[in-house]
């Protein structure tokens, strides 16, 4: 298929000015003027490093997930492996660093699954997701001094019904794992 992304209609950057600029929240206000001629004088892009997570199953067929409190959204749900990409790191290095930290897991075969843009009005990143079979426990958890995170296994049957019951609330982990299920009932 042709790539059909392309910057046709690119908005022409006249001033960016800087509103906070700490590790999780850069935010800036551009001044842009749009292919017809109008100034849009307030567009406010909020800059983040790109993203990955991972879909990581066992060798007897069993999905890595992990549960974890959002602050956000007030609730505790369940997600799948994710974290940011390192200044440095290749999204796959990433991927590989973030599934060992927070569950313990490693090995496996390894795949890019799909990339994604969280919000492509308003957010300048990528979440690249990736599939990895085979995975097994060889360690144990090694979290960052905030992160407070249940590693669970769960069935395939388990999770496509956590998907089906809008148990699986956070787009970026919920998009690749209907892909997931999608490619594995009809393409395969």
């Not at 392309?6 to 749009?34: G, H």
């Not at 919000?119 to 990528?126: D, G, I, R, V």
């Not at 085979?134 to 958890?141: A, D, L, M, R």
Request: glycine share 6%; aromatic share 10%; net charge negative.
């Amino acid at each position: 298929m042709k790539n059909t992304i392309n910057q046709d209609r690119k908005w022409e950057i006249l001033s960016s000015e800087y509103l906070i600029k700490r590790p999780w929240l850069t935010a800036r206000r551009d001044v842009a003027k749009l292919p017809d001629g109008r100034i849009n004088n307030e567009y406010y892009v909020l800059e983040y490093p790109d993203w990955v997570n991972i879909i990581a199953i066992t060798n007897d067929g069993q999905m890595v997930m992990e549960r974890q409190y959002r602050h956000g959204l007030g609730n505790t749900c369940y997600e799948l492996p994710c974290g940011v990409i390192e200044e440095g790191e290749t999204p796959l290095e990433a991927a590989k660093r973030e599934l060992l930290e927070e569950t313990g897991y490693a090995g496996g075969t390894w795949q890019e699954w799909m990339v994604l843009s969280p919000n492509p009005a308003t957010s300048n990143n990528l979440a690249h997701s990736y599939l990895v079979t085979g995975v097994e426990k060889v360690s144990k958890q090694h979290l960052d001094a905030t992160e407070d995170i249940q590693v669970y296994l769960l069935s395939q049957e388990y999770v496509k019904e956590l998907l089906l019951d809008n148990q699986i609330l956070q787009a970026l982990m919920a998009a690749p794992l209907w892909k997931y299920f999608f490619e594995k009932a009809y393409l395969k």
